[in-house]
């Protein structure tokens, strides 16, 4: 019976240690690719950091990359990137959706 205790305790460790890796990955993950939207707002739209919001932070699980939407809190606008990042959460590329995205609701 101790034996039985004994292995259940370390599975059910072994799965609470899997399962909290694993939701804290891809927190960090999202974090990350949330922070190099803000980093490319930043640069090539002239927004101060602390103007911008994160509105939705959607991570694609067959293809890897996360869909961001980011607010500009003073002006209102949105601002879409498809990110993809690499295992050691180096960018492996961003794409800005802005403009596809803007075309679509008018359209």
Known sequence: MKK??????????????????NYFNSKSRNAIAYNYAKNYIETNY???RENLKSEEIYYMRGMGLFEVEVKDIETKNHYFFEVDINDDYSLYYIKDL??????????
């Not at 802005?98 to 359209?107: A, G, P, S, W, Y």
Request: with cysteine.
């Open 4 to 21: 039985k205790i004994i292995i259940f305790n370390l599975l059910f460790c072994i799965v609470v240690i899997f399962v909290n890796y």
């Open 46 to 48: 002239a927004i101060a």
């Open 98 to 107: 802005t403009e596809l995205h803007h075309k679509n609701q008018v359209h």
